[in-house]
Structures are given as structure tokens and as C-alpha cells.
T-cell receptor, first 114, second 109 residues
Framework: NAGVMQNPRHLVRRRGQEARLRCSPM?????VYWYRQLPEEGLKFMVY????????ESGMPKERFSAEFPKEGPSILRIQQVVRGDSAAYFC????????????FGPGTRLTVT | GIQVEQSPPDLILQEGANSTLRCNFS?????LQWFHQNPWGQLINLFY???GTKQNGRLSATTVATERYSLLYISSSQTTDSGVYFC???????????FGDGTTLTVKP
């Protein structure tokens, strides 16, 4: 059973460009979470999605960031007009349900904005 | 939201030593996990332990939910144990996890 897949693993963007980060959950998992880890910091929740629905986006910045989890295909975290402060590791996690079971994390995407 | 406090923030050990990492939390939870982030940045699931005690090789963990803390024990530490250890908690039906700031462990040969 493959784990959580994220791609790309490393992404370099110039200021003002768009970044698209992809996450494929573990097989059988329909709950996806995105977290951001700034340099030398812990992980902070961004958004929680189920298929075709955003359940909790309380951690998402109000502008430039969006997320989706379509019926078919991976979940996408999109950052428009990136700025240097967006440089971070973005982790995706998945779980079977929203409460009881473990969350499993992908390897992360390291975004560098130049 | 839940407050999660990990201690100590930094720990330096000689290879072979034992250590205890602590995670205190402010509210009742039904889901607690310990993770190891290795020097390459990967997050590795160590324990899913909302209550009770579990052991896996040289590592063990105990959560006392009624007193709102969890402990991670590392015995006979090795240099490969170096990295950051996080605890993460989820409330009932909350979905998201709240992470502590981590304990950075350095094991010297």
C-alpha cells in the first residue's frame, strides 16, 4: 500500500509566479490535510478537505492561497503570486476519518521563492 | 484552540544514553501521535497513542489523558535518533492536528 505521495519534492519559483503542489492520499483515505512548516518552526495547519469539499480552512492565508480535492485526481494546493515569505515545506497528510485514526504524512514539497 | 507544550526544546545526548521527552496539552483529546522529523525533513510516524503505553524497539510512549500529558522514551540512543520530535493532537471531530514546537535531539557519537 503506497503511502501519501507529494510532488514535486522541490519547487523553485520566482516572486510573482504561481506554485501548484500536489498530494495523493493513501489508498482508502478520503480526508486530506495540508500543513506548512516555516524554517526552524513546527507544522501549522492550513486546510482540511474531503472529496470535493473544503471542511476547514481556518489556517489558510486569506489571499493568494487556495486548495481543492476533486472527485478524481490529487489534492492541489495553489499559491498565486508567490512572495519570499511563502518559502517553506508544505506537507500533506491523509486519514481514514476525521477524528480517531492516525494521520499519515507525505514527504513534503519544499518551495523556494527567489 | 488546544495548547501543546513540548519539553525540553533542545536535548544533547551521548550515544547510548536514555532520554524522556514530554508533551503537555491543554484540553481533552482523542488522538495523539508522536513523530520524528529526520535531518532530511521527512516526518516518520512513531506512535499513535491517545492513551496507555506502547513500545516499539528502543522507543516507548505513555499517554495519561486524564492528566493531559504524554511521554516519549528513547533508550540506548543512536546517532540516527537525531532530529526533531513532535507530538500532535486532534480533538474529537476536529480533523486537523495541532503540533507542538518540537524537541530537537542531537545524539553525539
Amino acid at each position: 500500500n503506497a503511502g501519501v505521495m507529494q510532488n514535486p519534492r522541490h519547487l523553485v519559483r520566482r516572486r510573482g509566479q504561481e506554485a501548484r503542489l500536489r498530494c495523493s492520499p493513501m489508498k482508502g483515505h478520503s480526508h486530506v490535510y495540508w500543513y506548512r512548516q516555516l524554517p526552524e518552526e513546527g507544522l501549522k495547519f492550513m486546510v482540511y478537505l474531503q472529496k470535493e469539499n473544503i471542511i476547514d480552512e481556518s489556517g489558510m492565508p486569506k489571499e493568494r492561497f487556495s486548495a481543492e480535492f476533486p472527485k478524481e485526481g490529487p489534492s492541489i494546493l495553489r499559491i498565486q503570486q508567490v512572495v519570499r515569505g511563502d518559502s517553506a515545506a508544505y506537507f500533506c497528510a491523509s486519514s481514514e476519518d476525521r477524528s480517531v485514526n492516525e494521520q499519515y504524512f507525505g514527504p513534503g514539497t519544499r518551495l523556494t521563492v527567489t | 484552540g488546544i495548547q501543546v507544550e513540548q519539553s525540553p526544546p533542545d536535548l544533547i545526548l551521548q550515544e547510548g544514553a536514555n532520554s524522556t521527552l514530554r508533551c503537555n496539552f491543554s484540553d481533552s483529546v482523542n488522538n495523539l501521535q508522536w513523530f520524528h522529523q529526520n535531518p532530511w525533513g521527512q516526518l516518520i510516524n512513531l506512535f499513535y497513542i491517545p492513551s496507555g503505553t506502547k513500545q516499539n524497539g528502543r522507543l516507548s510512549a505513555t499517554t495519561v489523558a486524564t492528566e493531559r500529558y504524554s511521554l516519549l522514551y528513547i533508550s540506548s540512543s543512536q546517532t540516527t535518533d537525531s532530529g526533531v520530535y513532535f507530538c500532535a493532537l486532534r480533538r474529537t471531530n476536529a480533523g486537523k492536528s495541532t503540533f507542538g514546537d518540537g524537541t530537537t535531539l542531537t545524539v553525539k557519537p
